[in-house]
T-cell receptor
Framework: EAQVTQNPRYLITVTGKKLTVTCSQN?????MSWYRQDPGLGLRQIYY???????DKGDVPEGYKVSRKEKRNFPLILESPSPNQTSLYFC??????????FGSGTQLSVL | QQQVKQSPQSLIVQKGGISIINCAYE??????FPWYQQFPGKGPALLIA?????SEKKEGRFTISFNKSAKQFSLHIMDSQPGDSATYFC?????????????FGSGTQLTVLP
């Protein structure tokens, strides 16, 4: 089954404790992206990657890092999380006909 | 800077009624306009999409109407059903530099009453 898998689904952490949210896709898509979803603000892009070893900032990249060492994986790293990063995060990959496939989301709470 | 403005923020419709969600964009370089549907606890999923060379696209009960001159597009859900209750996002895609980027609206929470 074609899918984007992200883990964990829920994460509660404390300010300053580094964390990684993993994302993997099995569709051989070159393009992958991370979004955060906040009430009233829709989906805002954090980072995207057009291919292996190619990453670029989206609209809200501050406080986040990503890496793309393999085509299928695109982890999101918060090196020093802060409460304003409490949000619902989605990883997505994009097909050549522009269709985005989203993971099921990671609800992050930073205390 | 919000490049895609979506309204209303929430919408309540009776079963069998028509749900209408509107979006407006600013960037004339946008050339692909998808709508995504999100159920609680799930990621968004592509519902229907249109390119600006046509003014309307229909898939079952879902129709996109597109007005290029007004830079507006809308989603119409005919014969709305309780199972349509979800959050709907419009989006617009176009090249920004060398990369094609997708910009989402702020979302509309649709509730269809039985």
């Amino acid at each position: 089954e074609a899918q984007v898998t992200q883990n964990p689904r829920y994460l509660i952490t404390v300010t300053g404790k580094k964390l990684t949210v993993t994302c993997s896709q099995n569709m051989n898509h070159e393009y992958m992206s991370w979004y955060r979803q906040d009430p009233g603000l829709g989906l805002r892009q954090i980072y995207y990657s057009m291919n292996v070893e190619v990453t670029d900032k989206g609209d809200v990249p501050e406080g986040y890092k990503v890496s793309r060492k393999e085509k299928r994986n695109f982890p999101l790293i918060l090196e020093s999380p802060s409460p304003n990063q409490t949000s619902l995060y989605f990883c997505a990959s994009k097909s050549t006909n522009e269709k985005l496939f989203f993971g099921s989301g990671t609800q992050l709470s930073v205390l | 800077q919000q490049q895609v403005k979506q309204s209303p923020q929430s919408l309540i419709v009776q079963k069998g009624g028509i749900s209408i969600i509107n979006c407006a964009y600013e960037n004339t370089a946008f050339d692909y306009f998808p709508w995504y549907q999100q159920f609680p606890g799930k990621g968004p999923a592509l519902l229907i999409a249109i390119r600006p060379d046509v003014s309307e696209k229909k898939e079952g009960r879902f129709t996109i109407s597109f007005n290029k001159s007004a830079k507006q597009f809308s989603l119409h859900i005919m014969d709305s059903q309780p199972g349509d209750s979800a959050t709907y996002f419009c989006a617009a895609s176009g090249f920004s530099g060398s990369a094609r980027q997708l910009t989402f609206g702020s979302g509309t929470q649709l509730t269809v009453l039985p």
